[in-house]
Nanobody, 125 residues
Framework: VQLQASGGGLVQPGDSLRLSCGTS????????VSWFRQAPGSEREFVSG????????AYSDSVKGRFTISRDNAKNTVYLQMNNLNPEDTAVYSC???????????????????WGQGTLVTVSS
C-alpha cells in the first residue's frame, strides 16, 4: 500500500482544514488507518485513527471534539476533518496504515507498516 496525504496548508486560528489520505497503489481493504503529527523539535504523536470498517475511532485528548476521522472505502480514502485549529496544531501530518481487522485502534507508530509522505499544517495569525 502506498499512501498519499494531502490537504495541508496555512490557516488562521479558528479555521478548518480537511486532510485526505489516499492510496496510489493498493487499497484500504481490511486496513486500519491513523493520522500522526510531528511538530518541529517534538516527537511524532498519535492524532486519530479508524479501524478497518469504520466502526471504531480514537482521538488524542488534544484534538478530541475538534477533529473527526472518517473513511470511504469505496474511494480508498481516509479523511481528517480539523475544526477550530489553533497554533498548537501546527505540524507535519502523516497517515499510516496496517492490515488489521481488529476493532481497536493502535496508537503507536511502530504498529503501522505503511506510511505516506507528510502534509504540512500551519496555523498562524
Amino acid at each position: 500500500v502506498q499512501l498519499q496525504a494531502s490537504g495541508g496548508g496555512l490557516v488562521q486560528p479558528g479555521d478548518s482544514l480537511r486532510l485526505s489520505c489516499g492510496t496510489s497503489k493498493g487499497d484500504f481493504f481490511n486496513t486500519a488507518v491513523s493520522w500522526f503529527r510531528q511538530a518541529p523539535g517534538s516527537e511524532r504523536e498519535f492524532v486519530s485513527g479508524i479501524n478497518y470498517d469504520g466502526t471504531n475511532t480514537a482521538y488524542s485528548d488534544s484534538v478530541k471534539g475538534r477533529f473527526t476521522i472518517s473513511r470511504d472505502n469505496a474511494k480508498n480514502t481516509v479523511y481528517l476533518q480539523m475544526n477550530n485549529l489553533n497554533p498548537e496544531d501546527t505540524a507535519v501530518y502523516s497517515c499510516a496504515a496496517v492490515s488489521s481487522t481488529l476493532r481497536r485502534v493502535r496508537l503507536r507508530p511502530s504498529s503501522y507498516d505503511f506510511w505516506g509522505q507528510g502534509t504540512l499544517v500551519t496555523v498562524s495569525s
